[in-house]
T-cell receptor
Framework: KAGVTQTPRYLIKTRGQQVTLSCSPI?????VSWYQQTPGQGLQFLFE???????NKGNFPGRFSGRQFSNSRSEMNVSTLELGDSALYLC????????????????FGNGTRLTVT | ELKVEQNPLFLSMQEGKNYTIYCNYS?????LYWYRQDPGKSLESLFV?????AVKQEGRLMASLDTKARLSTLHITAAVHDLSATYFC??????????????FGKGTKLSVKP
């Protein structure tokens, strides 16, 4: 079974630009979450989607947005990039459903490393 | 606000020794997860702990959960070099039925030396 696939693996952007990152979850997983990892702040939750609906959002500015498609694939977008947005962005999928069991951990992709210059 | 604290943040061990990583959290959640991350790699799930007193073991690693003390431990037995990695604990913060909002600790960077 293929794992969580994130594209691209690496991105270099300039301040003020915008960027879109893509995530394909494990087949059958309908829950997709996004996390930002930086050396200073560690791993921080961005948002979570289930069946094309955003179910929860972390404490990030509105420049960070996302969406989920009917095939469960997800994208996140960061507009007006700042230097501080440089990070590893991790996508995770889960077979969990709302109100369902928590037995399954999140399955993480290899991430997209974004560098903003 | 849920806080998750791990200690130590850095751990240098000799092969063959035992040690414990501690994870304290600030709410009454009974859902705790341990992950491993190798340099430049993604997070790999190690353990899922879902109730008070839960204990899981895999090879040289054993994890436990005490929800009353809001404490989880990851015990390493007879460390080997292959265990060198960063270990994260994470607590599931349920929010309106959300399933994927994990609050992570800062991670423990483990280095096992011969």
């Amino acid at each position: 079974k293929a794992g969580v696939t994130q594209t691209p693996r690496y991105l270099i952007k300039t301040r003020g630009q915008q960027v879109t990152l893509s995530c394909s979850p494990i087949s059958g997983h309908r829950s997709v979450s996004w996390y930002q990892q930086t050396p200073g702040q560690g791993l921080q939750f961005l948002f979570e989607y289930f069946s094309e609906t955003q179910r929860n959002k972390g404490n990030f500015p509105g420049r960070f947005s996302g969406r989920q498609f009917s095939n469960s694939r997800s994208e996140m977008n960061v507009s007006t990039l700042e230097l501080g947005d440089s990070a590893l962005y991790l996508c995770a999928s889960s077979p969990r459903t709302p109100g369902g069991s928590y037995n399954s951990p999140l399955h993480f992709g290899n991430g997209t490393r974004l560098t903003v210059t | 606000e849920l806080k998750v604290e791990q200690n130590p943040l850095f751990l240098s061990m000799q092969e063959g020794k035992n040690y414990t990583i501690y994870c304290n959290y600030s709410t009454t959640s009974d859902r705790l997860y341990w992950y491993r991350q190798d340099p430049g790699k993604s997070l790999e799930s190690l353990f899922v702990l879902l109730s008070n007193g839960a204990v899981k073991q895999e090879g040289r690693l054993m994890a436990s959960l005490d929800t009353k003390a809001r404490l989880s431990t990851l015990h390493i037995t007879a460390a080997v070099h292959d265990l060198s990695a960063t270990y994260f604990c994470a607590v599931d913060e349920e929010y309106g039925g959300s399933q994927g909002n994990l609050i992570f600790g800062k991670g423990t960077k483990l280095s096992v030396k011969p």
